[in-house]
């Protein structure tokens, strides 16, 4: 069956995308890269946004015309997006066939089956205060476990991660109730999978010829997992254990809570010789009003001692961050205190966003979205600007320096030089143990291969760089 997969949020969604295209081969679907052309059409959803649902609501009416058109592609929509709206989407598209919340994708073929047949199945997972599943729940970590990783790297639905690189979960739902985040009741309880799940499928992926993982989770340094009458595994130790896998280069970790951020974690970043001094963060905001109101659960002071603590115990230490700019209440001084942090921890990208009050969300019930839509983007382009700066002066810090990286595929705009591309020499992007973007001119059989680099230049997005060693 060709199939159309598109995918839309975080990584977490990226992840699920993996897993679904795995399943599905294995029933012979084949996947293409246009969904004119497609039988079946997936969308994995994110709600976290309203300009995320925006785009698959957009989709799903080009959809309702073509089948008014006489066109019959089977039409699913899974993920958060999904589990948000449930029957809702069946009723309000007549081209919806089935929909699958994110803790059902393992029951996936089944749906399909159903809508092949003419059904409308609705599969969704438990409401937060309903007890979980648990034969769901195996089923869907039978699936973490059992995926063919390596083979999926060709597929368009998944051009994310090169040959070496895959992500792997451990652990699924949020427990922070942040007052603008809809992932708590969407994606269910915090659940830390069992250890020896994780390294089984880690094992697995080493196997198949990953040697760089990054481990996923809502707030992944929360992972704690007790065994009955056993010992507790934290995150540290999770970190500790997996680093000792033989034929593991990297190993890597998003997102994580300021929160719950302990010095333990901090020590194994220092003293584990592949875990990467990598740390995504999100501050989400400088002033203590708003991170009240958002209900983060700590302080700017509390933020700014975990960013000197990270910096005290892991030098090296590459940190990132989220912010949202425009919640409800942000007055001029909120905002201009977001621009003092930025400036002050020296992240090297942030990812920021204007704030959309989301629905079930308890800043959606408590606050009137009061900050007019012209401000917002206003105080967007101003903390960008930060933050480009900010970016640059920290990339700049690097030229000069040798790194080593993984090189990942073409860049973004190798087929736009001056020199067109050849197999021989071509325009390669690659990762450093920072995530820091390297460009470097290069064959393309370096693709998935780990190569040391000088660094020549750099802006506020980018490194540039010069081979010096090679496979």
């Known amino acids: 069956m060709r199939t159309y997969l598109e995918t839309l949020g975080c990584q977490m969604n990226k992840l699920d995308s993996e897993l679904v295209v795995g399943m599905l081969r294995e029933s012979e679907h084949t996947f293409v890269d246009d969904p004119k052309q497609a039988e079946l059409v997936i969308y994995n959803t994110c709600s976290v946004r309203e300009h995320a649902e925006d785009k698959v609501l957009s989709r799903l009416g080009w959809h309702d015309k073509r089948q008014a058109d006489g066109a019959a592609a089977v039409v699913g929509v899974i993920g958060c997006m999904a589990q948000r709206m449930g029957g809702e989407l069946t009723q309000r598209f007549a081209s919806v066939d089935f929909v699958c919340g994110p803790g059902q994708i393992h029951r996936l073929p089944d749906l399909i089956?159903?809508?092949?047949?003419g059904r409308k199945p609705v599969a969704l997972d438990p409401a937060r205060s309903e007890p979980r599943d648990a034969a769901a729940e195996a089923g869907v970590n039978r699936l973490d476990v059992s995926r063919r990783a390596n083979a999926l790297a060709d597929e368009p639905a998944l051009a994310t991660l090169c040959d070496a690189q895959a992500y792997v979960r451990v652990a699924r739902g949020c427990n922070q109730f942040c007052s603008y985040c809809i992932v708590p009741f969407v994606r269910g309880p915090e659940r830390s999978r069992p250890?020896?799940?994780?390294?089984?499928?880690?094992?697995?992926?080493?196997?198949?010829?990953?040697?760089?993982?990054t481990l996923l989770g809502q707030t992944v340094n929360s992972y704690r997992h007790a065994e009955p009458n056993g010992p507790t595994t934290r995150f540290a130790d999770l970190l500790a254990?997996?680093?000792?896998l033989p034929g593991l280069r990297r190993l890597r970790f998003v997102t994580s809570h300021p929160a719950g951020f302990t010095r333990d974690v901090l020590e194994a970043i220092r003293g584990l010789p592949n875990v990467c001094e990598y740390i995504h963060c999100p501050a989400q905001h400088g002033s203590d009003s708003q991170l009240q109101a958002m209900n983060r659960g700590y302080s700017r002071a509390e933020y700014d001692d975990f960013v000197a603590m990270a910096r005290e115990v892991v030098p090296e230490v590459v940190l990132a961050s989220d912010f949202i700019v425009g919640f409800p209440g942000e007055r001029e001084a909120d905002h201009q205190q977001s621009t003092e942090l930025i400036r002050q921890a020296g992240f090297k990208n942030s990812f920021i966003f204007k704030y959309s009050p989301r629905p079930g969300t308890m800043?959606?019930?408590?606050?009137?979205?009061?900050?007019?839509?012209?401000v917002?983007?206003?105080?967007?382009?101003?903390?960008?600007?930060v933050q480009n700066a900010a970016s640059l002066a920290h990339h700049e810090g690097y030229v000069g320096r040798e790194m080593e990286i993984i090189v990942t595929g073409p860049s973004a705009r190798h087929d736009k030089q001056a020199t067109p591309p050849t197999p021989q020499r071509m325009q390669l992007m690659g990762r450093s143990r920072g995530d820091h973007i390297v460009i470097v001119d290069g064959p393309e059989r370096l693709?998935?291969?780990?190569v040391d680099v000088t660094v020549t230049g750099a802006n506020d997005r980018s490194l540039f760089g010069d081979l010096r060693r090679q496979p």
Do not use: M
């Open 113 to 117: 089956d159903a809508a092949l047949d």
């Open 195 to 213: 250890p020896q799940a994780i390294t089984e499928e880690v094992r697995k992926l080493l196997d198949a010829g990953i040697t760089d993982v």
């Open 363 to 374: 800043a959606e019930r408590t606050y009137a979205d009061d900050i007019p839509d012209d």
């Open 241 to 244: 254990h997996l680093s000792c």
């Open 447 to 450: 693709i998935g291969q780990y």
């Open 376 to 385: 917002k983007k206003r105080r967007n382009a101003e903390l960008l600007a």
